[in-house]
């Protein structure tokens, strides 16, 4: 790491090394096994119709609906022949530059743990679930695997920047919450924390509340996102060469040395350079979200 690059304290748990990887994956038993069948399944009575074609191809690819929990090492053989990619366990959320440093050396970081019958619907910190089941199946896409690497890439330059925010921005709206417009006309989801939960796979292409807006990099790293509810905004790309494009192409370099250090814009704006798909009513967000049990329409 270099010197001029200050990373944030985080906690390293005694048994990992410097790269928190742990010694090996998790021994799931029966019930955890039964936990991510019951995901899996309520996932696919939703996701056909409203998943991208190539999160559900990858899903195929990687025959993710084997049962039980995958075996990383399995799932890693896989994936390389395909896109040269690997999943390794790590404990927890790990520090920024390291998870940006397993990322440019295609290593996709997956949570080592899965949540529980109590916490089957919502959970805080990323499992396993969400890691591999949301994550994993775009990285057989050969283009969004690239793009994921040039965003681990990426994460250095923000840091020396320190732009982090920006840069953390994109990556909400693009791998976690990104959705893509197919053949120019079918409005589908291929960002993980859509696909990984039941509500969201069907509120983001279908409800009236949110914003849908094509993406724009030097606006999505100025806009701020809601960590723990529904988004009042979603960024829509053409395709996946157009994401790559748009990203890996741009002078990040210049752009980090225009952007304030905080958000200009609030996660439900809609703003007069945007390409707008459709004007959200907001409905959900006005009548207090998640917090209020609010309908999600």
Aim: glycine share 8%.
């Amino acid at each position: 790491m270099p010197d001029d690059v200050f990373t944030a304290p985080l906690k390293r748990p005694a048994h990992v090394g410097e790269d928190w990887l742990e010694p090996k994956q998790t021994e799931y038993d029966s019930e955890d096994d039964r936990i991510w069948d019951d995901l899996f399944a309520r996932q696919m009575e939703i996701l056909p119709g409203r998943a991208a074609t190539a999160f559900l191809e990858g899903l195929e690819r990687l025959d993710l609906g084997a049962g039980g929990v995958p075996e990383f090492g399995e799932l890693s053989e896989s994936l390389n022949k395909l896109t040269g990619w690997s999943v390794v366990p790590v404990p927890m959320l790990i520090p920024d530059h390291i998870f940006f440093w397993h990322l440019a050396n295609r290593r996709f970081p997956a949570g080592n743990f899965i949540r529980t019958r109590e916490t089957f619907d919502y959970i805080q910190e990323p499992d396993v679930f969400h890691d591999v089941f949301g994550h994993v199946p775009m990285l057989t896409n050969p283009v969004f695997a690239d793009y994921m690497q040039e965003y681990g890439r990426a994460g250095w330059r923000a840091m020396k920047h320190n732009r982090l925010k920006a840069l953390g921005a994109l990556y909400w709206y693009t791998v976690e919450f990104g959705l893509i417009m197919e053949g120019g006309k079918d409005l589908r989801a291929y960002g993980a924390g859509i696909l990984s939960g039941p509500t969201e796979a069907v509120f983001s292409v279908e409800a009236k509340s949110p914003n849908r807006i094509m993406l724009n990099v030097d606006r999505v790293m100025r806009t701020d996102y809601v960590i723990s509810d529904l988004q009042p905004t979603y960024f829509v790309i053409e395709s996946f060469e157009d994401l790559y494009r748009k990203t890996v192409e741009r002078d990040f370099e210049t752009l980090y040395q225009k952007l304030p250090p905080s958000f200009t814009y609030a996660n439900s704006a809609v703003i007069d350079v945007d390409n707008v798909v459709n004007v959200g009513t907001q409905e959900y967000l006005l009548r207090g979200g998640r917090g209020s049990s609010a309908r999600p329409v």
